[in-house]
């Protein structure tokens, strides 16, 4: 099993920025690739940036490239998200996850508690 722990969320104004935490804490060693994704009221789940273990690929949502930068410190265990030039509909609950799966369309194994941002405009 592994377990994901966010930090970093909070409120901020419009063009502000945060930086997300995931901390990864049991059987790391099994994780291929970790992700962000975000949940606004009344929507779906939806797929904000990844990252493999090895911090060789990254991959992003249109709505976030060149806004958002994911990042990871292996000697921590832990992913980062940069976000910058925050909007209004950037707002939601922002959950880690993580998988020993290699596919970028397989399902993710782990998801942390999530961590909430709000923009206010």
């Known amino acids: 099993q592994v377990q994901l722990v966010e930090s970093g969320g909070g409120l901020v104004q419009a063009g502000g920025s945060l930086r997300l935490s995931c901390a990864a804490s049991?059987?790391?060693?099994?994780?291929?690739?970790e992700g962000w994704f975000r949940q606004a009221p009344g929507k779906e789940r939806e797929f904000v940036a990844a990252?493999?273990?090895?911090?060789?690929?990254?991959y992003y949502a249109d709505s976030v490239k060149g806004r958002f930068t994911i990042s990871r410190d292996n000697a921590k265990n832990t992913v980062y998200l940069q976000m910058n030039s925050l909007k209004p509909e950037d707002t939601a609950v922002y959950y880690c996850?993580?998988?020993?799966?290699?596919?970028?369309?397989?399902?993710?194994?782990?998801w942390g508690q999530g961590t909430q941002v709000t923009v206010s405009s």
């Open positions: 996850a993580a998988t020993g799966r290699v596919e970028i369309t397989e399902p993710y194994d782990y």
């Open positions: 049991g059987r790391t060693f099994s994780i291929y690739r």
């Open positions: 990252i493999t273990w090895s911090g060789g690929s990254t």
